[in-house]
C-alpha cells in the first residue's frame, strides 16, 4: 500500500520559516505528480501547491504563491514544502498528496500539523 | 477560480437510506470532478474521479454523475461508516479547487 508520512510540522512564530518534508514508498515515486493540500482547523480542504513528476513545472494557490516552494527528490523519493513569512491563517494541518496521474488526489498521507503563533 | 458549491451543508440520515449530495461549479468543468470523503481525524479518500468513476477499492453503493456544472454524489444503503464529510474537487483549471463539504450525519 502506497506510504505518505508528512514531518517538519510544528509551533512557530509569524514571519518565520518552515520546511516540510513528505516521505514517500511502496510506489514509483518519480512516476508521479504530487501535491501539498491543508485545511485550518475545523475548515475544509484547500489546494496548495503541485509539483510534476520530474520537477519540471509547479503550480500553487494564489494564497501561498511567492511565500510557498514545492519541491522534490527523486532519487531520495521525497517531497517538500518550504514556506515562508509564515502567518496566523496558514496554521492548519498540511497532506502530502499524491496525483493519479489526472489532477486527481488518490493516496493521502496523514498530515502534519503547522501552528502559527506567537 | 473555479468556485465550487457543495449543498446541503449537512444532511441527517439513517443507515440503509440513500443520500444524495450536490455540487455546483461557477463554470463549466466538464466531467473533471471528484468527491472524496473525509472521516474526523482521517485524511480524505478519493471516492469518484471524472465525474462518474469509482476509485480502485470504493462500494459500488457510491456513484457519481453529472457534468457541465451540475454533479451529483448517490450514496445507496448508508452503511455506518458513511456518516462523514464529503468534498468535491475540479480539476479543469488551475487553481485546483474543493467545495465546502457536505456533512451526512445520523438522523
Known amino acids: 500500500q502506497v506510504q505518505l508520512v508528512e514531518s517538519g510540522g510544528g509551533v512557530v512564530q509569524p514571519g518565520r520559516s518552515l520546511r516540510l518534508s513528505c516521505a514517500a514508498s511502496?510506489?514509483?515515486?518519480?512516476?508521479?505528480?504530487m501535491h501539498w493540500v491543508r485545511q485550518a482547523p475545523g475548515r475544509g480542504l484547500e489546494w496548495v501547491a503541485v509539483?510534476?513528476?520530474?520537477?519540471?513545472?509547479?503550480y500553487y494557490a494564489d494564497s501561498v504563491k511567492g511565500r510557498f516552494t514545492i519541491s522534490r527528490d527523486n532519487s531520495k523519493n521525497m517531497l517538500y514544502l518550504e514556506i515562508n513569512s509564515l502567518r496566523a491563517e496558514d496554521t492548519g494541518v498540511y497532506y502530502c498528496?499524491?496525483?493519479?496521474?489526472?489532477?486527481?488526489?488518490?493516496?493521502w498521507g496523514q498530515g502534519t500539523l503547522v501552528i502559527v503563533s506567537s | 477560480e473555479i468556485v465550487l458549491t457543495q449543498s446541503p451543508a449537512t444532511l441527517s440520515l439513517s443507515p440503509g437510506e440513500r443520500g444524495t449530495l450536490s455540487c455546483r461549479a461557477s463554470q463549466s468543468v466538464s466531467t473533471f470532478l471528484a468527491w472524496y470523503q473525509q472521516k474526523p481525524g482521517q485524511a480524505p479518500r478519493l471516492l469518484i474521479y471524472d465525474a462518474s468513476n469509482r476509485a480502485t477499492g470504493i462500494p459500488a453503493r457510491f456513484s457519481g454523475s453529472g457534468s457541465g456544472t451540475d454533479f451529483t454524489l448517490t450514496i445507496n444503503n448508508l452503511e455506518p461508516e458513511d456518516f462523514a464529510i464529503y468534498y468535491c474537487?475540479?480539476?479543469?483549471?488551475?487553481?485546483?479547487?474543493f467545495g465546502p463539504g457536505t456533512k451526512v450525519d445520523m438522523k
Open positions: 474537487q475540479q480539476r479543469s483549471n488551475w487553481p485546483l479547487t
Open positions: 498528496v499524491r496525483d493519479r496521474g489526472s489532477y486527481y488526489l488518490d493516496f
Open positions: 509539483i510534476w513528476y520530474d520537477g519540471s513545472n509547479t
Open positions: 511502496r510506489f514509483t515515486f518519480r512516476n508521479h505528480g
